[in-house]
T-cell receptor, first 114, second 116 residues
Framework: NAGVTQTPKFRILKIGQSMTLQCTQD?????MYWYRQDPGMGLKLIYY???????DKGEVPNGYNVSRSTTEDFPLRLELAAPSQTSVYFC?????????????FGSGTQLSVL | AQTVTQSQPEMSVQEAETVTLSCTYD???????LFWYKQPPSRQMILVIR??????QNATENRFSVNFQKAAKSFSLKISDSQLGDAAMYFC?????????????FGKGTKLSVKP
């Protein structure tokens, strides 16, 4: 059981370049999330999705776009990379609201924009 | 807006001893969830313990327990019989009851060191 898989694990971008961070889960979870973690800080929610075709903004959505065409995949797009987007990005998934349900995290993508 | 504050950037504990990590939060909601997550050097986010605000009883998970003080908006984590594997960043997090549990607001974290 792979859980939540993120690719790539590391990436260096030049200012103004674009890229897509991939996230896929094999647990048939309908909720998926993208977080960023800046050095010395906690995670902040960028975007989330409650099911295929439905996405919504989190706390820090500027500079990012997402899509959710399937239950399994939730890619995060950076259109014009800026140094402020240097961070570690985490994808997570979970089932519909349940008190005892656990959130599953990927292992993160470390992105540097130079 | 809800906020989560962890006032201890770093803590240290001797192996086999007990340590308490502090967390305070601010919300106008009456029903919500609180969490402690562990992040070892591998970066993996691991759920340690969860507390539902409507429950009076403090949550426990083996050596981990919380002291939930709703009126004071305080949510501390106690680690008993500390082990070397407990060394990690610990994050306190909050989510509204009505929303998804994944819409989390995190504190800045506490780095826990365990001395042999």
């Amino acid at each position: 059981n792979a859980g939540v898989t993120q690719t790539p694990k590391f990436r260096i971008l030049k200012i103004g370049q674009s890229m897509t961070l991939q996230c896929t889960q094999d647990m048939n979870h309908n909720y998926m999330y993208w977080y960023r973690q800046d050095p010395g800080m906690g995670l902040k929610l960028i975007y989330y999705s409650v099911g295929a075709g439905i996405t919504d903004k989190g706390e820090v959505p500027n500079g990012y776009n997402v899509s959710r065409s399937t239950t399994e995949d939730f890619p995060l797009r950076l259109e014009l990379a800026a140094p402020s987007q240097t961070s570690v990005y985490f994808c997570a998934s979970g089932r519909k609201d349940r008190v005892d349900e656990k959130l599953f995290f990927g292992s993160g993508t470390q992105l540097s924009v130079l | 807006a809800q906020t989560v504050t962890q006032s201890q950037p770093e803590m240290s504990v001797q192996e086999a001893e007990t340590v308490t990590l502090s967390c305070t939060y601010d919300t106008s909601e009456s029903d919500y969830y609180l969490f402690w997550y562990k992040q070892p050097p591998s970066r993996q986010m691991i759920l340690v313990i969860r507390q539902e605000a409507y429950k009076q009883q403090n949550a426990t998970e083996n050596r981990f327990s919380v002291n939930f003080q709703k009126a004071a908006k305080s949510f501390s984590l106690k680690i008993s019989d500390s082990q070397l594997g407990d060394a990690a960043m610990y994050f306190c997090a909050y989510s509204d009851y009505g929303g998804s549990q994944g819409n989390l607001i995190f504190g800045k974290g506490t780095k826990l060191s365990v001395k042999p």
